[in-house]
């Protein structure tokens, strides 16, 4: 599963148009129709009803909320990062390693 998949399936829970879902997605139709059939493949069945209007799956259901948290917790991790990057300069040195306190064993002759 692919964090793309995810966005797409959240994107066309919303939009319930694969056209509208792409352009928000920034993608055309078919790729995005593409992986949407590739995340049902890999869930092992079909997560949207396609006709007579696009429409959640019992299985779509089932899968929304948790693909919704993985969405999310990506959002929050991709954040944190940033966070973390924008507090630490970017030229910074690491500390040197600590001095060793006893030499090894030197080899016997």
């Not at 928000?24 to 078919?30: I, N, S």
């Not at 959002?75 to 040197?96: E, F, S, T």
Request: positive net charge; contains cysteine.
């Amino acid at each position: 599963m692919q964090m793309q998949q995810i966005r797409y399936f959240l994107a066309l829970c919303e939009e319930r148009n694969f056209t509208r879902a792409a352009g928000r997605c920034g993608v055309t139709q078919p790729s995005l129709t593409n992986a949407i059939i590739a995340l049902e493949r890999e869930l092992g069945g079909a997560l949207f009803q396609r006709r007579p209007a696009i429409a959640l799956t019992v299985l779509g259901h089932a899968v929304q909320p948790y693909l919704q948290c993985v969405a999310e917790n990506a959002d929050r991790a991709w954040n944190a990062a940033q966070a973390m990057v924008g507090v630490r300069p970017a030229n910074r040195v690491p500390a040197a390693p600590e001095p060793l306190t006893s030499s090894p064993a030197s080899p016997s002759s």
